[in-house]
Every structure is written in C-alpha cells, then in structure tokens.
C-alpha cells in the first residue's frame, strides 16, 4: 500500500510568484508509514499549474 502526498509553498521573489513543491511518497508495512524519499518541483509562471487545473501557473495559483 502506497501513498502521496504533495506539499505546496508559495513565495515572492523580485516581484515573481513560484512556487516548490515536494511530492513524497511513503510505505506502509505494519501499521507504520515509512517515508520513501521526495521530489521537489518548481513551477515557473508560464508551466502548467501542478495543481492539475490545466492552466498556465501565473493565471492560476501564481496570481
Ligand atoms: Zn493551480
């Protein structure tokens, strides 16, 4: 049994919008999550929204 989960942080820097994410994944093995490892992501203002919405990142989250 496995799962993800994805981690989301805005910030400003010289008047852009980006955004990190980390996407982790964990195990589970008797009653206990063990953390795999994790990917950090960023998302530049014309790269499709990791939120999943399909639009341009500065025309969703990155306003
Ligand atoms: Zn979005």
């Known amino acids: 049994m496995k799962r993800s989960s994805l981690f989301y942080a805005r910030y400003r820097e010289k008047q852009q919008t980006s955004a990190i994410y980390e996407r982790s994944r964990f195990i589970r093995e008797e009653q ?27 025309k969703c989250c990155g306003l």
């Open 32 to 58: 206990h999550w063990y953390y795999i490892d994790g990917v950090h992501l960023q998302a530049g203002r014309n790269d499709p929204c990791p939120c999943g919405s399909g639009k341009k990142f500065k």
